[in-house]
């Protein structure tokens, strides 16, 4: 028994050697109730272990088939078996996934890593206003910070990390996703990329019905460029800093810079993290002139030129609730 555990030790050391040269991390997942051989399989495919018989004789020995930890994990390729043993063993490294949505707002992904990964809350929103973080990232300062620019995908982070690095992450993701071309359109368009950003914003939370966004988007344009109000409820709902089951006609009378119904024109920035179709969007609004639009039941809304039409359309709307 001496010299197989001896055997199994000398393995334990010299089998990764043939990995060195992969720089990339290998993810496993062992998913909660996974037995010992099924985690034994998962690092078998992810070719961290070749000699399957004696890493399983190793790691017997070393006690981990009773205290396996289940998890996410991300291991170098040329990790020692020791070290897998060990990682396995204490839960150390473990990762979970982190998932922001598109159309969510800062205070909604505070909570969330609040909820997910213990990240507090207040720790988030400080680190979302970092103006230092603002600069090195190259995004304009605004009251919100980097709201917005927090890229709505899942992440594979670490339970518990700095505030600071995750807000980092998904903004450097968002700049990774920023399309070369988008540059020369914010030319034609004379705006700049946080006014973009936020009017994207905009759309994100206003649209249900995807294939509305440019048509809501020239909306939007159309009135900037009269000097209109853009009367966009969900600022309000920004402004208020908690989702609202409804805004009231009394709640668009709140004193914010994010009120577009009292401040004509884009607030400071953007009130939610947009998806790339609302980016496309904003950047591209359908060619044609509406300046109204009304949400109907199923989330389709009616577009109109004239506020008579629109006023209409808000009757038929109201018959048909």
């Keep these: 028994?001496?010299?197989?555990?001896?055997?199994?030790?000398?393995?334990?050391?010299?089998?990764?050697?043939?990995?060195?040269?992969?720089?990339?991390?290998?993810?496993?997942?062992?998913?909660?109730?996974?037995?010992?051989?099924?985690?034994?399989?998962?690092?078998?495919?992810?070719?961290?272990?070749?000699?399957?018989?004696?890493?399983?004789?190793?790691?017997r020995v070393r006690g981990l088939p009773s205290n396996l930890k289940s998890g996410i994990y991300t291991f170098d390729p040329d990790d020692s078996w020791s070290s897998i043993v060990s990682t396995l063993k204490t839960g150390r490294g473990t990762e979970v996934r982190f998932t922001v949505t598109e159309g969510m707002m800062g205070f909604e992904v505070a909570e969330r890593a609040r909820s997910w990964l213990g990240v507090p809350r207040d720790s988030l929103v400080a680190a979302m206003r970092d103006t230092a973080l603002e600069h090195e990232l190259g995004i304009k300062p605004s009251p919100a910070g980097v709201d917005g620019y927090m890229y709505p995908t899942t992440y594979v982070v670490p339970m518990r990390m700095r505030a600071r690095d995750l807000v980092k992450l998904m903004t450097h993701e968002f700049i990774a996703r920023w399309q070369p071309e988008w540059d020369a359109r914010l030319g034609e368009l004379h705006m700049t990329r946080h006014q973009i950003v936020t009017l994207a914003s905009i759309i994100e939370a206003e649209v249900r019905y995807r294939p509305d966004r440019p048509y809501v988007s020239a909306v939007y344009?159309?009135?900037?460029?009269?000097?209109?109000?853009?009367?966009?409820?969900?600022?309000?709902?920004?402004?208020?800093?908690?989702?609202?089951?409804?805004?009231?006609?009394?709640?668009?009378?709140?004193?914010?810079?994010?009120?577009?119904?009292?401040?004509?024109?884009?607030?400071?920035?953007?009130?939610?993290?947009?998806?790339?179709?609302?980016?496309?969007?904003?950047?591209?609004?359908?060619?044609?002139?509406?300046?109204?639009?009304?949400?109907?039941?199923?989330?389709?809304?009616?577009?109109?030129?004239?506020?008579?039409?629109?006023?209409?359309?808000?009757?038929?709307?109201?018959q048909r609730r």
């Excluded at 060619?287 to 009757?315: E, M, N, T, W």
């Design 221 to 318: 344009h159309n009135r900037l460029k009269r000097g209109m109000a853009l009367q966009a409820d969900p600022t309000i709902i920004y402004a208020y800093g908690r989702r609202l089951h409804r805004v009231w006609e009394r709640q668009l009378q709140i004193r914010s810079p994010y009120n577009t119904y009292l401040n004509p024109g884009l607030p400071p920035g953007p009130i939610a993290q947009p998806s790339d179709s609302s980016l496309i969007a904003a950047l591209y609004p359908a060619p044609i002139g509406y300046l109204y639009f009304v949400a109907q039941p199923d989330g389709k809304h009616i577009f109109s030129a004239s506020y008579a039409d629109h006023l209409a359309a808000i009757r038929r709307v109201r």
């Design 1 to 59: 028994m001496f010299l197989l555990v001896a055997l199994a030790m000398a393995c334990s050391s010299a089998e990764p050697a043939k990995y060195q040269s992969v720089a990339e991390k290998v993810m496993v997942i062992i998913p909660r109730g996974s037995t010992y051989y099924q985690a034994l399989d998962s690092l078998e495919a992810h070719g961290l272990i070749r000699s399957r018989d004696w890493f399983s004789l190793y790691g």
